[in-house]
């Protein structure tokens, strides 16, 4: 009988664990896009609830560092004028390389010729205010800047995952 007990309280109290976070993560696609001030790797100063885009908009958190972050936005890269053409969406990639790497950015951006709007986050403002832990960390903002989609990490079709929910909001 004890050792019934012992586990009807572990299970119950994993339960409530992950119903919490269950929770805690549907209040996180809900929230508001928050309002940080960045550089664009160019240098000009942009507040990130304030950029201006008629459409949908894709935050995607990544760092120079970061192999599958690159994958993601390489992948995205082929498909982003279609996706644009179709959607009106906008692709934001904030790296969050710090000061010893953020130099590399400009490098990469460049040489992949990425048509995005590159933001740095040197000091994590804006990753901490979105609450990325790891990246590739990707959000979809609509046009009333509320967050209705996030995903973390990369695999080979996640960017077809991504268009479907933008295709969603461009629907509406």
Known sequence: MKIYLSFLIIFLSFSNYFAQNEIENNEA????LPSVKLKDYKGKVVNTAELGLKGPIVFSFWATWCAPCKKELNAINDLYSDWQAETGVTLVAVSIDDEKTKSQVAIYVDGKAWEYIVLLDPNG????AMGVNNVPHTFLVDTDGTIVYSHNNYAPGDEEKLYEEIKKLSLK
């Open 125 to 128: 403002d804006f990753k901490r």
């Open 29 to 32: 696609i809900t929230k508001k």
